[in-house]
């Protein structure tokens, strides 16, 4: 079983800056893709980040040059580094990834139970 654990989320300023991780557990072979979603009230979730297994990221245009997303294949953990927040920023964040499990390689999609995010002054 594989579970993924989010943290990071809070209240900020306009303007701040926050740090959102992502820890994998469980019968975990490989972490292939990981990724951030979020989703803000009344809106459909929307992809925020994604990185490959080689390092590759791309982000949505709404965060392109404010946010970056890592990686750490030691801990399988994943982080996205938020700067520059604005309000409309402001969503539910939740972790993705594509996960190849120890129990007869079986690849499947995980999505942690979501982290608060508000930015507010």
């Known amino acids: 079983q594989v579970q993924l654990v989010e943290s990071g989320g809070g209240l900020v300023q306009p303007g701040g800056s926050l ?3 992502c820890a994998a557990s469980g019968n975990i072979f490989r972490i292939n893709t990981m990724g951030w979603y979020r989703q803000a009230p009344g809106k ?4 925020v980040a994604v990185i490959t297994l080689g390092g ?6 709404s965060v392109k040059g ?5 990686r750490d294949g030691a ?3 994943g982080y996205l580094q938020m700067n520059s927040l ?13 996960i ?5 390689y079986s690849r499947a999609d ?3 139970q979501g982290t608060q995010v508000t930015v507010s002054s």
């Open 19 to 21: 740090r959102l991780s």
């Open 75 to 77: 801990k399988n953990t």
């Open 100 to 104: 190849t499990t120890s129990r007869a």
């Open 44 to 47: 459909q979730r929307e992809l």
């Open 56 to 61: 590759s990221a791309d982000y949505a245009a």
């Open 86 to 98: 604005k309000p409309e920023d402001t969503a539910v964040y939740y972790c993705n990834a594509d």
């Open 66 to 70: 404010r946010f970056a997303i890592t």
């Open 110 to 112: 995980y999505w942690g």
